[in-house]
């Protein structure tokens, strides 16, 4: 069971007003005037970070805010997001900031040796742990050192995981409902292999779609390698070819089939530490959904939201990232990764007119509250969600990405039932030979 | 046939009246699963952009289902089957109903109502087998289709099942003209050893089920291969500069279905070095017919005819299926620094090809005399994959392109090879006979035959629903050459709409080449130019 530890905020009338106005000053220096509410531009992120950056709280764990309660809202959800998470009808509930233990052999079984190099690149490190368990703000390499926690973070992998992904324009028009399950394990287990000669290997996933129709079938599987200089291995099975296809890895910034993400903006950075700079932010406290009742529902005038979720205020480092090649659709990208578990809540992502282009945010649960909280089931399978008490790690509910500009979002369920393959199951099932057929 | 069809409604009743909420594979239990699709494609022949003809009206029900009776080393929830851990039984069938045979003149008057009703209609149980696991092999046994190789959509390696090309010859998705054939299919996970990995043998073993390739030379059919001729069948031969009627007659020698007809294929896959690679070979049955021409059993009546001929000629041929002996490699190779490109290669050396030779060849090369050889050919397949940013074109998504070029070499090459029979007019002293056609074989075989491929494709809109597909195909020999534009709608989860576009052409000549694009499928007054309209309804 994780403890949860209330903080104590301040309630009283006096230090309310007081801040309130501590908050009106410092908007008055930072921005030299009133403020835009539809201003998504990475100009008005950065100002918004520093404006708000040690404002604590108005509210309550326990209270549910609604749109009345923008004001005091307005500190803890990122500014370029305010125009889809503010709306008529809106329901947050707060609950305390939570403690969320890791795994108890966390960190013990870490090789030592492992070095960070020129181009900010892990070399040497098979997980079992946090590589870098301290941030020091003042660190030049904290930004790199904290995504390297977030990419290295428990509970990545070893998951059953169905999805559902409702694909969305404006007023909530549906385009298109996806289904697939992802399978996955971690290989790079610290000190040990999760099968013995396949040490290079960091993990393995297969996913495979089930709807719509003309893509049910279509398997994925994909190999990441300890060694970050190594591209990704991938094949995709399409039924109607009937045989497995090689795919390229090394194209990450293309919105991937129907959806609105990027196969670079996955958990908030899936792509190649080396081919971008690294800035560290500080520390941020946000409102995040990091461990939701249940599989939040769609809000919002175009249901592109989580809508009457769970959220929590946590610390989160906030990571500035600069791809270094001029034809990347990016011109920043900021993170707000949690400070304790590592896991992303935000990114915001801005063209190179550095208006926003995409943003999305993340839904989390904590394996141990299965014990007294259990979300939905998929819609087309059944899983054991016992299976998730004791392995003290975040499963991931879901997500929602927004594109700004088309402007469109795909709101994804997840339901992720955690599972240990053996050695020998996992060599057979994550293998090519399993690609060279599928469901027809 | 009523039974069938009842069954294939009362499964769609079950699927559309279905409250599980989906729109892809439908759970109707934990165990049991079904997807499919219903298609009405809709095509009209517009030959030089003129005279717009409708040839099909092809409605398409196809239902599969998929029931998993072993799981977790447990069958059907109770009985626990040992090392066997995982099984399930897929089954694949297809109902179609083509109803230009019965609407409009183009078709429906050209056939009687038993040919019309042997056309129009299809119900197969296209597919059906059971997979087993138990690690670290894995079997498929039934009706089935194997695909080996790198090439898209060009027989090489991709020779096991054979192909049906009567009703749309190649243009369809080859999913649905293979011909699914019972046969056993063995994987052994070796997984890594030495410098390889991921590496497994498999083998297959047709044990009885051999099946041609179908066409149909029937020229009142839409599709029918009639070689660069006359859409009409050949009812004369001339022999001495006299015109005689011509009865031909076929002795059909398919190999049997015993286990003499057998055929087998075994590869080893893997990677060494980043690069994905198999051995393969199969011993298999030419699926392409060969043609002997049996003078022992022909004969020429001399008496002259009603119709005015100097008499008859009584033409015998064996259509014959040699074996074959297939070897080849195929592999390929994701390169992410420089080209940022997937290539592929594939190469196979064919033995047992079935050729034609032309009449007159010498003893040394028809010591049989019947016109027939088998020839051993050759491929080389170099590809590459890449998704590539256009961004004038699309700023959202890349562009999936992929190009193929294809060489194919006879080995035991002879000039007198020939292709395809035309027909045409015959000529008696200079003059046109009306109403008398002759087969004749003037498409000569090259030693070489190239072709290259280009196809892009990516998708547009919010979400991506608008999504156009743009393929080339050339013959820098023959200078034919196909293009398809194509656009896909993807109105619902259940609605796709689909506009295709054919488009058959050439740079210069007339010679038909060997693959059935360009002047073969293009040439004046008969071009096979196609625009098809498809609405799909898939769950």
Redesign the interface.
Known sequence: MHRVLCRQWGCGVARRALLCLGVFLLLSVVRGGPVSADDQSYQALREWIEQYRTVPPQFTPGQVLTEKDRAVLEPFIPRSAWPYYFFDGMEMEIAPTGHYPPPPDWGKRVRTGYTLDENGVLVGFTGGGFPFPEIAPDDPQAAVKVIWNMLWRPGTQDFVMPMVAW?R?VNGQL???Y?FVSISAEYARGDYCLVP??EEVRGKSLME????????GAKNLSVTYVDHYK?D???LYI?????P???????R???V???DFTREDQMGFGGKVYEHRWTYLGKKHVLATINVRDNPEAGGPHLWVPQKARWEVRECHVLLIDPKSE?H?YSHKILFIDAETFWTHWMFAFDRREQLLRLSQHFLKYSESYAHETPQQA????LDFSSNLGWNVFLHLGETDI?AQ???ATFTHCYVAKKDLSS??A??FY????M??G?? | MACSRNVLFAVLGVVLMSPLPSWGVIALRHDLEIEGFLEAKNILRTPMFRDAKFIMQRNTAQIEGKYYFLREGRAFGRFSTGPLEEASLTVIGRGVYDSIYDIGEALSEKFTYEERLQRKFEYKLREIYTDMAIPPFALRIGRQQVVWGETDNFRALDVINPLDLRWHWSRESWEDIRIPLWMVRAIYDIGKFGPIEESFVETIWIPWDFQRTKITTDPRRPWAFIGDGLRTVANSAIIGGQLYDLRPQRIDRKPDRSLESSQAGIRFKGIWGGIDFSLNYLYLLSADTGVKVRRDLSRLDPTPTASGAAGTLYSVINTVNPRSHVMGIAANYSEERYTQAVFRVEAALTTGVPVRLAPGASRRLDPDNNSFDTARRSVLMLAFDRPTWIRPLNKIRTFFLTSQIFWRHYWDYSRLYRGTSSVVRAVVDGRVIPGRFISFSRDRVEQDEIVITFAASTSYGAGGLWQPLFVFAFDPLSTGAYNRLSLDYLFSNHIVLRLTQDFYWRVSGHDPGPWSIGDLFGRPRDSRHETIFSIIFQF
């Open positions: 694909s324009g385009d298109r409902v289904q000669g396949y779609f089930r709807s719509p129709r003309d893509m049910a591209e291995s991938g094949w039924p109607s070819q009937r045989k296809r090689r795919t390229l890895a090394s194209e910034t293309s919105e089939m129907g959806m034809t659709p819609p087309y399978m059944v594109n088309k402007p469109h020998g199951r060599k057979q293998s090519v030979r399993n060279v057929s469901r027809r």
